[in-house]
């Protein structure tokens, strides 16, 4: 299994503010994906996230809005840019592992709350 | 298309009882995976069981078991003698391709002492 560590655990931000949240894995990886869970809701993903390549967004998510690096195998970070309060979520670094390599490990989130 | 449906928004049961979880995937794909995930107050996501989509048989994990039935495409979870530390909310989380995976909207699940 993978251990992964997120910063910060949770952030009150004040809107049109940024916020950059960190994922840290204890292996190399070579896809990192980050989802957002709006309250009450089920996760969506937001993208994913290859070493040496541009993020792949998926419908819904600009880069602009939440651009994301990934500078190494083992660390990425998401930018919330330009928040409101409709960003208030839990957002989630995610990693695949385990047997065949389709579980999925998640960091402990951050509980992004926008005033 | 594909769609997960977890009809059960919450459930509430006293320590001791069993609970099931349903959950049905509606696809055409004739090969996936199939996971249930746990989510505490914390907030942190807990891997519990991965299926694929080969295999019907039924398991056993110690209190968890789970009923997967391609033929009505449902892939239910249940936990026997309740804890209350088994109080969380539930994904069912189909694996679709090779990395996405699609959540349900989630079941709570309150064990009551």
């Known amino acids: 299994s993978a251990v992964i560590s997120q910063k910060p655990s949770r952030d009150i931000c004040q809107r049109g503010t940024s916020l950059t949240i960190q994922c840290q894995v204890d292996?190399?990886?070579?896809?990192m994906f980050w989802y957002r869970q709006q309250p009450g809701q089920s996760l969506t993903l937001i993208a994913t996230a290859n070493q040496g390549s541009e993020a792949t967004y998926e419908s819904g998510f600009v880069i602009d809005k939440f651009p994301i690096s990934r500078p190494n195998l083992t660390f990425s970070t998401l930018t919330v840019s330009n928040m409101s309060p409709e960003d208030s979520s839990i957002y989630l670094c995610?990693?695949?592992?385990?047997?065949?390599?389709?579980?999925?490990?998640f960091g402990q989130g951050t509980r992004l709350t926008v005033v | 298309a594909q769609k997960v449906t977890q009809a059960q928004t919450e459930i509430s049961v006293v320590e001791k009882e069993d609970v099931t979880l349903d959950c049905v995937y509606e696809t055409r794909d004739t090969t996936y995976y199939l996971f249930w995930y746990k989510q505490p107050p914390s907030g942190e996501l807990v891997f519990l069981i991965r299926r694929n989509s080969f295999d019907e048989q039924n398991e056993i994990s110690g209190r968890y078991s789970w009923n997967f039935q391609k033929s009505t495409s449902s892939f239910n979870f249940t936990i026997t003698a309740s804890q209350v530390v088994d109080s969380a909310v539930y994904f069912c989380a189909p694996l679709s391709g090779t990395y996405k995976y699609i959540f349900g909207t989630g079941t709570r699940l309150k064990v009551l002492a």
């Open positions: 995610s990693v695949k592992g385990g047997h065949g390599n389709t579980e999925a490990f």
């Open positions: 292996s190399q990886v070579t896809m």
